[in-house]
């Protein structure tokens, strides 16, 4: 690669930098706008906090300068050295709300025994409702610094999330182009961007259906999806009322939920077809499953040192998530008891506080867990977790088989996927105990075909042309530049009887009902000729 002539190379030298720079110049994407982009996904806590945080550092990496709105009661985020390319805004909220919020986070350990059903999840909605519209008045109406400093930001774009439709209405109000970021899979909420969704082939929600139902599922199916948005409409409610009284864009019409679709540029999803049922996805649906799974970074020295000191029977991961942190002891204790039967096998589990059971000598606990680095060591043979989307990912990517107990929400669908998948067993939250842990801990360890199909899943998943969160940084970056406009469906425009095709369908009808009736009267008069002339040669014979 030596291009200049030896002669000449002393006096080249001074030149290469500024041929590098050249170079580095015009290879950089000729789209590329630097743009000014607020992130508020959630008030700053658990895996929608994560996913939005990931999203902003692909987009530092792509040049744009990222802000991140979270709230008083997680305002410790902001000091994370490790996120300090991201700048933060944090929302006052009073001592009052923030307890309020923390408590809203423990509600989901404390429900997240209660069986998987649709009473539990409107317990779950109900205690969410008012408190996040508390959350969102707090902000438009309590915090005038903050709401001048957004104002008078510039940003370019907000990429908001479906849990926390504030972020909508504050995108509006600065009039900036809205991305919507889902850290959940939600195939079938791509509705919303008015995705048309086959529901004889896509699973509801929470159903923990696959992809090929019988009739029973099917009608189930279109139940629950068609059941779920009035629940919806209702959990949003108090959004639009906040948006009459802060008068936020009164020009735009439609309910908070059609605004989603209407107003929104840009979708998110984080789903990936490596290990997703197959359906179809409109230009303005971007994949970016597996957002938060990445090449391991090394671990620290007292870790790795545990990690290699399990030899060849390897390490298992157990944790419940960052929503779940004071689940009850009495569904804790049996765990350790299982792992206990493994004293060759190392333990690793994310726990908070102190144990009030034994914890064998070979488990070691920790509040917190580098999961995706641990997921990617090669001693590390066995998740064990709750289900989460991104743990859900993470383990894919890094090719280790699991064990899902679904807690809460979206878990039933990743576990449903993960059984399909061949790469994993989902246990019963209700059905805990030591025999039924140590039985699926045994079959996965013991039966190699769980981990040769996270192998084979996690070279599926790494097949594709760049990681998801360039991805979603190269989409961000293109609707800032071009607008989403051309890419909306057409559907939206469309009535129930245009989309569904009931007009053309009812032509056909007419048309071929004129057919039938023109037939039937031509077989019949060329029977009565038939008949008429039959008789009368029979009479001429006679
Ligand atoms: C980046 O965003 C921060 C916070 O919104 C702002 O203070 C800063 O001026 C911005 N930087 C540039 C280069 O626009
Ligand atoms: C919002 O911005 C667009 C261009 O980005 C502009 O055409 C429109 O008039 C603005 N609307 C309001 C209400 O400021
Ligand atoms: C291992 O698990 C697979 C998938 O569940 C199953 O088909 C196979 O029969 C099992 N093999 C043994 C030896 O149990």
Request: one cysteine or more; charged letters at 20%.
């Amino acid at each position: 690669m030596d291009f200049v002539h030896p002669s000449t190379r002393h006096r080249s030298r001074p030149t290469v930098p500024f041929i590098l720079l050249c170079v580095v110049f015009f290879t950089m994407p000729s789209d590329l706008q630097a743009g000014n982009v607020l992130i508020t996904t959630s008030l700053g806590e658990g895996s929608h906090y994560f996913v939005g945080k990931t999203i902003g550092k692909y987009l530092v990496k792509h040049g744009h300068n990222v802000t991140v709105l979270i709230s008083k009661a997680y305002a410790y985020r902001a000091e994370n050295i490790e996120d300090s390319e991201l700048n933060f805004i944090v929302f006052e909220q009073t001592a009052e709300q923030i307890a309020s919020v923390r408590e809203r986070h423990l509600a989901f350990s404390k429900n997240a025994l209660e069986p998987n059903n649709v009473a539990y999840l409107l317990k779950m909605m109900k205690t969410a409702r008012q408190g996040v519209a508390d959350d969102c008045d707090d902000l438009l109406g309590r915090n005038p610094d903050v709401i001048h400093q957004i104002e008078s930001g510039n940003f370019d774009v907000v990429v908001y999330d479906m849990i926390w439709l504030c972020s909508l209405l504050l995108a509006m109000k600065i009039n900036a182009t809205a991305v919507l970021s889902s850290p959940m899979s939600l195939p079938t909420f791509t509705a919303y961007a008015h995705n048309p969704v086959n529901l004889a082939y896509v699973p509801s929600f929470m159903t923990g259906y696959t992809s090929s139902m019988s009739f029973l599922q099917r009608v189930n199916n279109v139940v629950g999806n068609q059941g779920f948005y009035p629940v919806l409409e209702y959990m949003n409610q108090p959004f639009n009322e906040l948006r009459e009284r802060h008068k936020i864009r009164p020009d735009l019409t439609g309910t908070i939920s059609e605004l989603v679709g209407i107003y929104t540029d840009l979708f998110l999803f984080n789903l990936d077809f490596a290990v997703e049922f197959p359906l179809p996805l409109l230009p303005n649906i971007i994949p970016i499953g597996g957002i938060t799974a990445r090449p391991v970074s090394p671990l620290p020295s007292d870790l790795e040192a545990f990690m290699q000191s399990s030899g060849d029977e390897g390490v298992i991961l157990f944790t419940l998530g960052t929503y779940v942190s004071h689940i009850k002891s009495e569904f804790l204790e049996p765990f350790a008891e299982a792992f206990g039967r493994y004293p060759q096998q190392k333990v690793l589990w994310q726990f908070a506080g102190e144990p009030r059971f034994k914890i064998p000598p070979n488990v070691k606990t920790m509040s917190w867990l580098p999961q995706n680095d641990l997921l990617g060591h090669p001693k590390t043979r066995l998740f064990i977790f709750h289900g989460g989307n991104n743990g859900f990912y993470e383990t894919i990517y890094h090719g280790v088989p699991a064990i899902i107990i679904p807690l809460t929400g979206d878990a039933i669908d990743q576990g449903v996927r993960l059984k399909h998948q061949g790469f994993g067993i989902v246990l019963d939250k209700t059905r805990v105990t030591v025999d039924t842990l140590d039985d699926a801990i045994k079959t996965i360890l013991s039966n190699k075909s769980y981990s040769k199909m996270a192998k084979v899943l996690s070279s599926r998943l790494s097949s594709r042309s760049m990681h998801p969160g360039d991805r979603a940084a190269f989409w961000v970056n293109h609707v800032m530049k071009h607008g989403g406009d051309y890419m909306r469906s057409p559907l939206k425009d469309l009535n129930f009887i245009q989309r569904n095709l009931l007009d053309v369908l009812g032509l056909f009808l007419v048309v071929a009902s004129i057919i039938l009736v023109i037939v039937y009267n031509c077989v019949r008069c060329s029977f009565r000729r038939c008949k008429r002339i039959f008789f009368s040669s029979k009479q001429k014979n006679d």
